[in-house]
C-alpha cells in the first residue's frame, strides 16, 4: 500500500518522504518539518503508532496537516490509538483517486 500511495503521489506531483516506522517518522518529520505540508500515517505501525506521531507532530510541528490511513474500523483498534473525531481518515484498501482526493483536500485547507 505504502509502494502505491508513493508512486502515485510522485505521479503527481508531489515530493514524497517515507518512513518504514513510527520512530522513523518522527525523525523525518524533525529532520524536514519546514518542507512538509502533510503527514500520511497509518494507525497501526511498528515502533510508535501513528497517533503517537500525530500527538508529536501537534506538539512540535503544528502546521503539518495529517491524512490518518487504517485497514480497520475505530472500534477494532487497540484502546489509545484511533484518530480524534474530525480527522481525515482514510479506509484501506483505497484506490488512486481516493487517496489524492483526500491528499489534495487537506492541502487546500
Request: aromatic fraction near 4%; proline fraction near 6%; include cysteine.
Amino acid at each position: 500500500v505504502r509502494a502505491l500511495a508513493v508512486r502515485e503521489l510522485g505521479r503527481n506531483g508531489c515530493h514524497v518522504l517515507t518512513a518504514c516506522d513510527g520512530e522513523e517518522a518522527e525523525a523525518v518529520l524533525a529532520r524536514h518539518h519546514r518542507e512538509i505540508r502533510l503527514a500520511v500515517l497509518d494507525v497501526l505501525m511498528p515502533k510508535r503508532s501513528g497517533r503517537q506521531v500525530h500527538d508529536y507532530l501537534k506538539a512540535h510541528h503544528p502546521g503539518i496537516r495529517v491524512l490518518f490511513c487504517s485497514g480497520y474500523t475505530a472500534e477494532m483498534l487497540p484502546p489509545g490509538t484511533a484518530p480524534d473525531p474530525g480527522y481525515a481518515l482514510l479506509n484501506k484498501p483505497y484506490s488512486s483517486h481516493d487517496l489524492l482526493t483526500a491528499v489534495h483536500r487537506l492541502l487546500k485547507e
